[in-house]
């Protein structure tokens, strides 16, 4: 059975790190390019960050760009992101996503982890 | 980047009814569009990829058409736990893959 299970959420303060972990099982990690998307309470999905099967190439939103870092470790089957200079509009719930297609990568994700709550709060 | 427009916002309909929602690219994406389902406090669940096929699992009451800048997601005979908020998506370009604004669908 494949599981994606989030954990490092939690309350920092603006301007706060934060490391997000994903661990990833029941499928060859290392064959698939992983997402990260998140959830602003009571708002819709935004993608985030995007890391091929290989670690590379990596893609980032605009809104996260220069802020955040995508890492996987294959060996470990975990995939990361470092969340660094947070801001309020960073609170929201953090998914990580498996791409469909594996190497191949269509961008349609068909398992997602239970999520993490990230809170940006002084 | 890919702006994705959904129409309505928000439906309710009841039990058996068909409904459509309509989700609209600012440009073509052929068909790389995706549909998801989510309910509340739980992760989205992918219905429909590449605009007509359906995911493993899913129930064939869901169907989705369309190619180009329109697209459609059908529930053929609305069931009780089809209440959720739906959210299209287009892959056409990375980056970033854009999501529409979701349609909230209720049972009367």
């Known amino acids: 059975e494949v599981q994606l299970v989030e954990s490092g959420g939690g309350l920092v303060q603006p301007g706060g790190s934060l490391r997000l972990s994903c661990a990833a099982s029941?499928?060859?990690?290392?064959?698939?390019?992983l997402n990260w998307v998140r959830q602003a309470p009571g708002r819709g999905l935004e993608w985030v960050s995007f890391?091929?099967?290989?670690?590379?190439?990596?893609y980032y939103a605009d809104s996260v760009k220069g802020r955040f870092t995508i890492s996987r470790d294959n060996a470990r089957n975990s995939l990361y992101l470092q969340m660094n200079s947070l801001r309020a509009e960073d609170t929201a719930v953090y998914y990580c996503?498996?791409?469909?297609?594996?190497?191949?990568?269509?961008?349609?994700?068909?398992?997602w982890g239970q999520g993490a709550l990230v809170t940006v709060s002084s | 980047d890919i702006q994705m427009t959904q129409s309505p916002s928000s439906l309710s309909a009841s039990v058996g009814d068909r409904i459509s929602i309509t989700c609209r690219a600012s440009?073509?994406?052929?068909?790389?569009l995706n549909w998801y389902q989510q309910k509340p406090g739980k992760a989205p669940e992918l219905l429909i990829y590449?605009?007509?096929s359906l995911q493993s699992g899913v129930p064939s009451r869901f169907s989705g058409s369309g190619s180009g800048t329109d697209f459609t997601l059908t529930i053929s005979s609305l069931q009780p736990e089809d209440s959720a908020t739906y959210y299209c998506q287009q892959s056409y370009t990375t980056p970033p893959l854009t999501f529409g604004g979701g349609t909230k669908v209720e049972i009367k």
């Open positions: 440009q073509s994406i052929s068909t790389y």
């Open positions: 590449a605009a007509s």
């Open positions: 029941g499928f060859t990690f290392s064959s698939y390019s």
């Open positions: 890391i091929s099967s290989s670690g590379s190439p990596i």
């Open positions: 996503a498996r791409d469909r297609l594996g190497i191949a990568a269509d961008g349609a994700f068909d398992y």
